[in-house]
């Protein structure tokens, strides 16, 4: 029976450029090449509170949430 690793990586930028684009692309090959396969992507936003002169805001941050898995090679 197979046995399979994951690796879980939390890409903290948008992808609002090109040149973002390639960067995703290009670590999205780079695990490739080492053999990891994609199983899910999602995105996720993170709200926090921060406290300034005018009071209070909110904070958005946003992550693309994706997890690889390969199978399992014992050494």
Known sequence: MKKWEYE???WDSAISS?????????????????????VS????????AISDTNGVSSVETYSIVIVFKREYQEV
């Open 18 to 38: 090109i040149e973002d684009s390639d960067d995703f692309d290009q670590m999205l090959n780079e695990y490739g090449s080492d053999g990891w396969e994609v």
């Open 8 to 10: 879980t990586v939390y």
């Open 41 to 48: 992507m999602t995105h996720q936003v993170d709200s926090s």
